[in-house]
């Protein structure tokens, strides 16, 4: 016994875990998680890393606007990936821009987790009409496509907010609007496990020494839901960071004051008649990896969590 | 089961899906309704910021405003049980007069793409799925695959930059070309109309072509592993008859079923279509209302959305009840 225990130190017994076992092997997983990490760490450093502060008007000079990438004619070294229109750095933009399109991801999506894994839980462990309400309002809200469903709802958000508000708020507006679009995922994977979970004798064994209902549900059932609600966390991380986009391409959501990846796009949009292809075309690819690995990470995930979700 | 029971069983089931439809339909409205109410000051949005007090309170009155919010909401309901959502706050024209100008164009981007992805995707589905191993198929399912993660409007801008900005073969927005035949404002019938409608319709059924692709493919593979096909075969039936009359066709009921559900996702996603492609259709008016706080055609467009969607699940709903005879005995 006591070879055994030697061998498994807490490093070892890490590495036999399942789960990093199955990262470990997988070389998709690693690099997608390379890269959202990357990313993820880049953007949050971006006032330290990148190499100007588009923000900061001493800091832009209209002379350097519309300049191609360095390594084009025309291009200077001192802007790797060109300017815009304004003469900012666009690779500095697309840092700072990619950290609030990543801010405003994990925020939806925490709200949207919040809300439906609350809703969820409580469904499946009263049932009844309680559930028959809660789960028929996320039925319903399942049937339209959930972009619509955010457009709709910042739409009717930005619209209550008085003209001169909208633009600072605009981004609460935003998380709000897919927080709101995302929570049925969470209600009925969170439902799921806990009607599992309910069934089991631990749980009948906790009633039956009289704790509380809601210690059952937040010391011993919601922990048993995790695993499954990461999944759709990761996935629903991709689709909100999508979804954030669309809304800011569309002019719905981040403004150009303090724009995201979406807004970069949409702001460049206007000038590839130009031929100026840069100004989007970056923020573009930007996103499209960011999504990518994200949505990467999510597979694998769904794949080692939850063999049954496949 | 009787046939008479199972009539019963029809009914009741249909009973109570439109039950369910009409709940919803309740629960929108009121959110439409409610938007009225809750965003912005319909008075001002009417007179503008210069009106006398005496000419608000007249306003008021004339649109009944001051009434009980029940009576309110009774009359709400009435005019747009009449199709009647009032007159835009921007245009200053009945909102379903609007609506009826603009869905021909909708109707006609989502027609099209509808016949893209279904064409598209069942060929190459068909492909695919018998060419398991070529690496054309191994190729079409990659790009496929990065067809479904990219965001709509990127793949719209992308294809604008390839085709009108740096290849200049199509147009890159707008919908050239528009006749008129019989009330229907088509741009289907000239050139130029089909020259605009194509990067559109392509962009709006990448999506829907993928889903249909890999669902014709995985039903593919499973057909053609099933006993009937090995014996069609053997019987030394000629590749073509075995692949199209006999596995195609028993793929086509869950196809179909994807397609019906999807045409509702079309008409959602034509909203960011419409909007790269500055297509002049529903849901640029949707998008442009949402810009201005136009409140009667965000309610409506909201209504109206709501709507196509309930009937389209009830339709494949009682359609699977029909089809499925599982469903059938599930209820009994």
Same mark, same amino acid.
Request: aromatic letters at 10%.
């Given at each position: 016994?006591?070879?055994?225990?030697?061998?498994?130190?807490?490093?070892?017994?890490?590495?036999?875990?399942? #789960?990093?076992?199955?990262? =470990? !092997?997988? *070389? +998709?997983?690693?690099? %997608?998680?390379? $890269?959202?990490? &990357?990313?993820?760490?880049?953007?949050?450093?971006?006032?330290?890393?990148?190499?100007?502060?588009?923000?900061?008007?001493?800091?832009?000079?209209?002379?350097?606007?519309?300049?191609?990438?360095?390594?084009?004619?025309?291009?200077?070294?001192?802007?790797?990936?060109?300017?815009?229109?304004?003469?900012?750095?666009?690779?500095?933009?697309?840092?700072?821009?990619?950290?609030?399109?990543?801010?405003?991801?994990?925020?939806?999506?925490?709200?949207?987790?919040?809300?439906?894994?609350?809703?969820?839980?409580?469904?499946?462990?009263?049932?009844?009409?309680?559930?028959?309400?809660?789960?028929? #309002?996320?039925?319903?809200? =399942? !049937?339209? *496509? +959930?972009?619509?469903? %955010?457009?709709? $709802?910042?739409? &009717?958000?930005?619209?209550?907010?008085?003209?001169?508000?909208?633009?600072?708020?605009?981004?609460?507006?935003?998380?709000?609007?897919?927080?709101?679009?995302?929570?049925?995922?969470?209600?009925?994977?969170?439902?799921?496990?806990?009607?599992?979970?309910?069934?089991?004798?631990?749980?009948?064994?906790?009633?039956?020494?009289?704790?509380?209902?809601?210690?059952?549900?937040?010391?011993?059932?919601?922990?048993?839901?995790?695993?499954?609600?990461?999944?759709?966390?990761?996935?629903?991380?991709?689709?909100?960071?999508?979804?954030?986009?669309?809304?800011?391409?569309?002019?719905?959501?981040?403004?150009?004051?303090?724009?995201?990846?979406?807004?970069?796009?949409?702001?460049?949009?206007?000038?590839?008649?130009?031929?100026?292809?840069?100004?989007?075309?970056?923020?573009?690819?930007?996103?499209?990896?960011?999504?990518?690995?994200?949505?990467?990470?999510?597979?694998?995930?769904?794949?080692?969590?939850?063999?049954?979700?496949? | 089961?009787?046939?008479?029971?199972?009539?019963?069983?029809?009914?009741?089931?249909?009973?109570?899906?439109?039950?369910?439809?009409?709940?919803?339909?309740?629960?929108?409205?009121?959110?439409?309704?409610?938007?009225?109410?809750?965003?912005?000051?319909?008075?001002?949005?009417?007179?503008?910021?210069?009106?006398?007090?005496?000419?608000?309170?007249?306003?008021?009155?004339?649109?009944?405003?001051?009434?009980?919010?029940?009576?309110?909401?009774?009359?709400?309901?009435?005019?747009?049980?009449?199709?009647?959502?009032?007159?835009?706050?921007?245009?200053?024209?009945?909102?379903?007069?609007?609506?009826?100008?603009?869905?021909?164009?909708?109707?006609?981007?989502?027609?099209?793409?509808?016949?893209?992805?279904?064409?598209?995707?069942?060929?190459?589905?068909?492909?695919?799925?018998?060419?398991?191993?070529?690496?054309?198929?191994?190729?079409?399912?990659?790009?496929?695959?990065?067809?479904?993660?990219?965001?709509?409007?990127?793949?719209?801008?992308?294809?604008?930059?390839?085709?009108?900005?740096?290849?200049?073969?199509?147009?890159?927005?707008?919908?050239?070309?528009?006749?008129?035949?019989?009330?229907?404002?088509?741009?289907?019938?000239?050139?130029?109309?089909?020259?605009?409608?194509?990067?559109?319709?392509?962009?709006?059924?990448?999506?829907?072509?993928?889903?249909?692709?890999?669902?014709?493919?995985?039903?593919?593979?499973?057909?053609?592993?099933?006993?009937?096909?090995?014996?069609?075969?053997?019987?030394?039936?000629?590749?073509?008859?075995?692949?199209?009359?006999?596995?195609?066709?028993?793929?086509?009921?869950?196809?179909?079923?994807?397609?019906?559900?999807?045409?509702?996702?079309?008409?959602?996603?034509?909203?960011?279509?419409?909007?790269?492609?500055?297509?002049?259709?529903?849901?640029?008016?949707?998008?442009?209302?949402?810009?201005?706080?136009?409140?009667?055609?965000?309610?409506?467009?909201?209504?109206?959305?709501?709507?196509?969607?309930?009937?389209?699940?009830?339709?494949?709903?009682?359609?699977?009840?029909?089809?499925?005879?599982?469903?059938?005995?599930?209820?009994?």
């Amino acid at each position: 016994m006591g070879k055994i225990n030697q061998k498994s130190s807490r490093w070892q017994r890490f590495l036999d875990n399942d #789960i990093v076992y199955s990262f =470990l !092997t997988t *070389p +998709g997983a690693m690099i %997608a998680a390379t $890269i959202t990490l &990357i990313a993820i760490t880049a953007t949050f450093a971006a006032p330290l890393i990148a190499p100007y502060n588009p923000f900061d008007p001493a800091q832009i000079s209209l002379w350097d606007g519309k300049l191609p990438p360095a390594w084009t004619d025309g291009g200077s070294s001192a802007y790797l990936l060109g300017t815009d229109n304004q003469g900012r750095d666009m690779l500095s933009t697309i840092l700072y821009g990619g950290r609030i399109s990543i801010l405003v991801g994990i925020a939806a999506v925490f709200l949207g987790m919040l809300l439906g894994v609350t809703l969820g839980v409580i469904s499946g462990y009263f049932g009844g009409l309680t559930d028959t309400i809660i789960m028929r #309002i996320a039925d319903v809200q =399942l !049937t339209i *496509p +959930g972009i619509l469903v %955010a457009i709709l $709802i910042n739409g &009717i958000g930005r619209a209550t907010l008085p003209l001169e508000l909208r633009e600072e708020f605009a981004i609460y507006v935003v998380i709000v609007a897919i927080g709101l679009t995302d929570w049925p995922q969470f209600a009925r994977v969170a439902r799921g496990a806990t009607l599992v979970e309910a069934e089991k004798e631990y749980v009948q064994a906790a009633k039956l020494i009289g704790l509380p209902k809601f210690t059952i549900i937040l010391r011993h059932i919601l922990p048993n839901t995790l695993r499954p609600v990461l999944v759709i966390a990761t996935i629903g991380l991709a689709l909100a960071i999508i979804a954030e986009a669309t809304l800011s391409f569309l002019g719905q959501g981040i403004p150009p004051t303090t724009p995201s990846l979406g807004t970069l796009i949409r702001v460049g949009n206007e000038f590839l008649f130009s031929g100026l292809w840069w100004i989007t075309f970056f923020p573009a690819i930007a996103l499209i990896i960011l999504v990518f690995s994200v949505n990467l990470l999510g597979d694998w995930m769904r794949d080692a969590l939850n063999p049954k979700l496949r | 089961m009787a046939p008479l029971l199972l009539a019963g069983l029809m009914f009741y089931f249909i009973i109570n899906r439109l039950a369910q439809a009409l709940l919803v339909m309740a629960v929108v409205s009121a959110i439409s309704f409610s938007l009225f109410n809750f965003v912005g000051d319909p008075v001002n949005n009417m007179v503008g910021q210069d009106a006398t007090r005496e000419q608000r309170v007249e306003i008021r009155q004339q649109l009944g405003l001051d009434d009980p919010i029940l009576v309110q909401y009774q009359r709400f309901m009435l005019n747009v049980a009449q199709g009647d959502f009032g007159l835009s706050y921007r245009i200053k024209q009945p909102v379903s007069q609007l609506i009826l100008e603009k869905l021909p164009a909708t109707l006609e981007l989502v027609f099209a793409s509808a016949v893209i992805a279904v064409f598209l995707g069942i060929v190459l589905g068909v492909f695919t799925g018998i060419r398991r191993y070529s690496w054309v198929s191994k190729t079409i399912m990659s790009v496929s695959l990065i067809g479904v993660s990219l965001p709509t409007f990127i793949i719209g801008i992308g294809l604008i930059y390839l085709f009108a900005v740096y290849l200049r073969w199509l147009p890159s927005s707008g919908r050239a070309g528009v006749i008129e035949i019989g009330g229907w404002k088509t741009s289907l019938l000239t050139v130029d109309g089909w020259r605009s409608i194509i990067l559109p319709a392509v962009t709006l059924s990448l999506f829907q072509l993928t889903m249909i692709l890999r669902l014709v493919r995985a039903e593919m593979l499973e057909v053609m592993r099933s006993d009937y096909i090995k014996f069609a075969k053997a019987r030394g039936l000629a590749n073509r008859a075995i692949h199209f009359g006999h596995a195609l066709r028993n793929t086509l009921v869950p196809v179909i079923t994807i397609i019906g559900l999807n045409i509702g996702g079309l008409i959602a996603y034509s909203v960011i279509t419409e909007t790269v492609f500055q297509w002049p259709g529903t849901g640029l008016m949707f998008i442009q209302a949402v810009d201005f706080v136009d409140v009667p055609i965000m309610a409506a467009y909201l209504i109206f959305v709501a709507l196509l969607f309930v009937v389209i699940n009830l339709i494949v709903d009682i359609l699977y009840f029909v089809v499925d005879p599982r469903i059938r005995r599930g209820g009994s």
